[in-house]
């Protein structure tokens, strides 16, 4: 049976990897949907850290950080596309007015993805959002290749809750995640089924 991708809108949704997908930037990863339409997806990988923090990534683009608060966070893989890019998820500045920064994605419940330079100059002089996701990179699906991994059972899906991006450790991410559903990691089984 075909998905019919206009009955799914999977924005500010997270998406969960089921145990059995094993490709490396996906594997237990846990993806907040900045943009899902007919013509394909856009999120980010929100808990797989890199090996720089913004502290390091703010020296790399020649600006101060003047947000103590920020040094020491990581910058994060937001998945296999244009790793080289920076993408900052954050609160949005002035909700219900368009966005303070150059280059902003809107997204449906709060939430801004900026790609613009200025939301990190904001940043570096104490200003800018307060809370913040910062990533290289970003995770796409092309149109109706996402719905095939959901049939395949490659990911579990549940409405985002920002809480899980901004106030949960890392390392617990992907668990916060599956209680939004009521479920814990043993629950899961490698492999998927259909009846």
């Not at 900045?34 to 990534?57: F, Q, T, Y």
């Not at 801004?112 to 002089?125: G, Q």
Request: negative net charge; charged residues 20%.
């Amino acid at each position: 049976m075909a998905t019919d991708s206009a009955l799914i809108n999977l924005t500010h949704h997270f998406l969960i990897a089921m145990p059995g997908l094993e490709d490396e930037a996906f594997a237990k990863s846990v993806v907040y949907m900045c943009e899902h339409s007919d013509r394909g997806a856009l999120g980010l990988v929100i808990n797989k850290p890199s090996d720089i923090n913004l502290k390091n990534l703010f020296d790399k683009v020649e600006l101060p950080l003047r947000r103590d608060d920020l040094t020491e966070a990581p910058v994060f893989q937001g998945g296999p596309v244009q790793t080289e890019r920076g993408f900052v998820l954050h609160e949005s500045m002035m909700p219900g007015s368009e966005s303070v920064y150059a280059s902003t994605m809107t997204i449906p419940g709060g939430l801004e993805m900026t790609t613009s330079k200025d939301v990190l100059e904001a940043l570096s002089t104490g200003a800018g959002p307060r809370k913040v996701f910062v990533s290289l990179g970003y995770s796409a699906w092309g149109e109706g290749q996402l719905e095939s991994e959901i049939s395949d059972n490659s990911w579990l899906t549940v409405p985002a809750d920002v809480a899980v991006i901004f106030d949960t450790p890392v390392e617990q991410r992907y668990d916060k995640a599956l209680m939004l559903l009521g479920l814990q990691s043993w629950m899961l089984s490698p492999d998927a089924g259909h009846a």
